[in-house]
């Protein structure tokens, strides 16, 4: 029988090892999972739904390894995906909202083919911030009219569950699958990460594929892997990036499609790591403080230089605080993808917007602010206020902000607490990657997250995965 001390000391690595040797099958793993949901999804809320068809997947991929071999280091294994990533199956793609409670994606999402094609399972959709969090400014990280309230599993109803991707960070960290997919606009596969003692990859824009994926900006979102180890979010990046002829972001992008290379025990070249110590900093809990200064002094000991900034852009507080770009870009994407996508009774967000009107009582516990907002602007993208907040982003989040400062510096990283400095890489489309780094005396999980220049995913795993194999601070929540 399967135990999960032994799951949470395994990675993907380890599990293709047990099934080439007669020890576990997928189906095994499957239904594994399967009681893992039926055991404690009712006091999460983290899955929303599981594929019909999961066992009869993993029995054929069982006969398909017996007969012909595995297909790849993702043979058998069983992932879920956040409910924005469509599924040309019987499952329902909904972005937790009541209003497409009943439609279904009309295939599979590039991303969902490559999963496929490696030999995943895809076991189930999960939960989510309701629109990815672009509904209301009141709505709570983890909520949706669909599938409730996602709870965090190591302080359920006391500690913050994260968002937009927290059905996600929540199932992984309690064993409901290997790992799972998660989106990203701003924080969204950090925050959540962080907040679930998981470890969260958001790649660069255009190293994974948006086809199939409900939108909300065209030149921020981005999916990228959620699990509870270095190993496995590098394995799952290799197999779903690469170019996409839909999909014009990834005609630039070079793909490494392996990065198992970087992991390595030790760092062998010098690293130079910047962290901000700005009122952010000072900011925080003073326990949090005390997490950071910790992991500062475990990256020294690895072997980084420590950088001390002051600031990365002396613009950021208006980068943080204009949303122009979202608000243009999610009526011109949500109307594109239900016109395209899927098979819905909605036709555009205006018709969402009246749906969620005469369903008051289920639909809009929270509003529909920002919903309204971005309905007021044309969708066309030719707006002032869109142009030169798209121009502004490009020039003090990228060129004068985190370009100049690594060049100036020479910083192969950057490193903030928890999803505290999103923003930032989120505006210019540069990668993060979350590692856990401890927990409060209140049980609340503390990751850090390393964020770097385009297409530094190498760099990044490098670091993070020489920090998590020294310190090992993920822990199961007594759940």
């Not at 990815?132 to 709870?151: E, I, K, T, W």
């Not at 925050?191 to 190293?207: F, H, R, W, Y």
């Not at 999610?330 to 036709?347: D, V």
Request: proline residues 4%; contains cysteine.
């Amino acid at each position: 029988m399967l135990a999960i001390e032994w799951l949470e000391q395994s990675t993907i690595i380890d599990l293709q090892h047990a099934m080439f040797k007669g020890e576990l099958t997928t189906h095994q793993l499957v239904r594994f999972y399967l009681e893992q949901i039926l055991k404690h999804n009712s006091e999460l809320n983290a899955v929303l739904e599981v594929n019909p068809d999961a066992l009869f997947i993993a029995e054929g991929l069982d006969r398909e390894r017996k007969q012909i071999g595995s297909r790849s280091l993702l043979h058998g294994i069983p992932i879920l995906l956040k409910d924005n990533i469509n599924t040309g199956d019987n499952m329902h793609t909904s972005a937790g909202s009541i209003a497409l409670s009943n439609s279904y994606g009309k295939e599979d999402a590039s991303l969902v083919k490559k999963l496929r094609e490696a030999g995943a399972v895809i076991l189930g959709k999960t939960n989510m911030t309701e629109w990815a969090n672009f509904m209301s400014d009141s709505m709570p990280n983890g909520y949706s009219s669909r599938g409730g309230q996602v709870l965090n599993p190591y302080g359920p109803g006391t500690l913050d569950v994260g968002g937009s991707s927290s059905g996600s960070a929540v199932a992984v960290a309690c064993h409901f699958a290997t790992a799972a997919i998660g989106t990203e606009t701003n924080g969204s596969i950090l925050s959540p990460a962080s907040s679930n003692a998981v470890v969260g990859l958001k790649p660069t824009i255009g190293t994974v594929s948006r086809k199939g994926i409900i939108p909300i900006s065209q030149s921020q979102d981005i999916a990228g892997p959620i699990t509870r180890n270095v190993t496995d979010a590098a394995i799952i990046l290799g197999v779903i990036s690469g170019g996409d002829v839909e999909d014009p972001s990834t005609h630039h992008v070079p793909s490494y499609h392996n990065y198992t290379p970087y992991l390595l025990q030790t760092l062998f070249e010098e690293f130079r790591v910047g962290v901000v110590k700005n009122d952010y900093y000072n900011a925080m809990h003073p326990e949090e403080q005390k997490q950071m200064n910790r992991a500062l002094d475990e990256l020294q000991k690895a072997g980084c230089t420590i950088v001390e900034i002051e600031e990365i852009c002396a613009r950021q507080e208006d980068l943080e605080n204009d949303y122009q770009v979202l608000l243009h870009e999610f009526k011109s994407g949500i109307n594109s993808y239900l016109a395209k996508e899927t098979h819905s009774t909605m036709t555009s967000l205006e018709s969402i917007i009246a749906y969620n009107d005469s369903n008051k009582d289920t639909a809009l516990r929270y509003g529909q602010s920002l919903l309204i907002e971005a309905n007021q602007t044309s969708g066309q993208l030719t707006h002032p206020n869109y142009l030169e907040s798209r121009l502004f982003d490009l020039k003090y989040a990228k060129e004068k902000g985190l370009d100049h400062i690594m060049e100036s510096e020479r910083l192969d990283a950057l490193l903030f607490a928890g999803c505290y400095g999103s923003t930032l890489p989120a505006k210019a489309g540069y990668p993060s990657l979350t590692v856990p780094a401890g927990t409060t005396s209140n049980n609340k999980p503390f990751g850090i997250t390393f964020t770097g220049k385009g297409l530094s995913e190498p760099q990044l795993i490098k670091l993070a995965y020489v920090y998590e194999q020294q310190t090992n601070y993920r822990k199961l929540p007594n759940f």
